[in-house]
C-alpha cells in the first residue's frame, strides 16, 4: 500500500541551527501538508502546500519556517532557527484531491529535539 | 473550539468489539464526520469516514445516527494492536484541514 516516508525518523540539533525535515508524499497525491505534536499534546496544524504554493498556514507557521516542494516527489520542511519550544513531532500528510480521493494520509513523523 | 466530544478513555477485552462514541452535536450539513487513530506516538492513521450512511471497511464500522449529532466507530474484533488512541474530526467538505482534539484512549486488554 503507498504510504508517505519521513526521514530523518529522529533529529537533535542544537538550538539556533537550521533544520530540514523531509517527506516523500503518495505518489499520485497533489495535496501536502505538515502537522506537529508538542510531546503530549494535540496534533496541531502547521500548513497546507498545493501547486507550488502555501494554500493555508496556521499562526504556528511564522517566518521561522517554510516549505518547497524541490523536485517531483520531495516535500520539505525548514526551521531557519530552532527554538527550544520547536521540540516536537512532525508529521508530512497527502491527499490526492481529485474526485473522491480526499482522504489524508499521514506519515510516520520525525521528532525533532532542539537542545 | 472543539467540534466533537469523545470520552477521555475506555477499556476493552480482547476479541471482543470495542464501541468508541463521539458526539457532535453542532454538526453542519456539509461536514463529514473522520476517525484517525494514533498507535503510540506514530502517524495518524485513518481508519474510515462518512457523511450519512454508515460505512464499513476492512477496520471498522462507523454508524452515523439519523440526525447525525452523534456516531460510534466499531472495532468488530478488537486486538492488543488495536490499543491507540481515537480521533474523531469533523471536516466540512471544502475545509481539508484536520482539527484534532484529545481523542480517547483505547487500551484492550488481553
Known amino acids: 500500500e503507498p504510504e508517505v516516508t519521513q526521514t530523518p525518523s529522529h533529529q537533535v540539533t542544537q538550538m539556533g541551527q537550521e533544520v530540514i525535515l523531509r517527506c516523500v508524499p503518495i505518489s499520485n497525491h497533489l495535496y501536502f501538508y505538515w502537522y506537529r505534536q508538542i510531546l503530549g499534546q494535540k496534533v496541531e496544524f502547521l500548513v497546507s502546500f498545493y501547486n507550488n504554493e502555501i494554500s493555508e498556514k496556521s499562526e504556528i507557521f511564522d517566518d521561522q519556517f517554510s516549505v518547497e516542494r524541490p523536485d517531483g516527489s520531495n516535500f520539505t520542511l525548514k526551521i531557519r532557527s530552532t527554538k527550544l519550544e520547536d521540540s516536537a513531532m512532525y508529521f508530512c500528510a497527502s491527499r490526492e484531491g481529485l474526485n473522491s480521493g480526499n482522504t489524508i494520509y499521514f506519515g510516520e513523523g520525525s521528532w525533532l529535539t532542539v537542545v | 473550539d472543539a467540534k466533537t466530544t469523545q470520552p477521555p478513555s475506555m477499556d476493552c477485552a480482547e476479541g471482543r468489539a470495542a464501541n468508541l462514541p463521539c458526539n457532535h452535536s453542532?454538526?453542519?450539513?456539509?461536514?463529514?464526520v473522520y476517525w484517525y487513530r494514533q498507535i503510540h506516538s506514530q502517524g495518524p492513521q485513518y481508519i474510515i469516514h462518512g457523511l450519512k450512511n454508515n460505512e464499513t471497511n476492512e477496520m471498522a464500522s462507523l454508524i452515523i445516527t439519523e440526525d447525525r449529532k452523534s456516531s460510534t466507530l466499531i472495532l468488530p474484533h478488537a486486538t492488543l494492536r488495536d490499543t491507540a488512541v481515537y480521533y474523531c474530526?469533523?471536516?466540512?467538505?471544502?475545509?481539508?484541514?484536520?482539527?484534532f482534539g484529545a481523542g480517547t484512549t483505547v487500551t484492550v486488554r488481553a
Open positions: 474530526i469533523v471536516r466540512p467538505s471544502d475545509d481539508y484541514k484536520l482539527s
Open positions: 453542532t454538526i453542519s450539513g456539509n461536514e463529514y
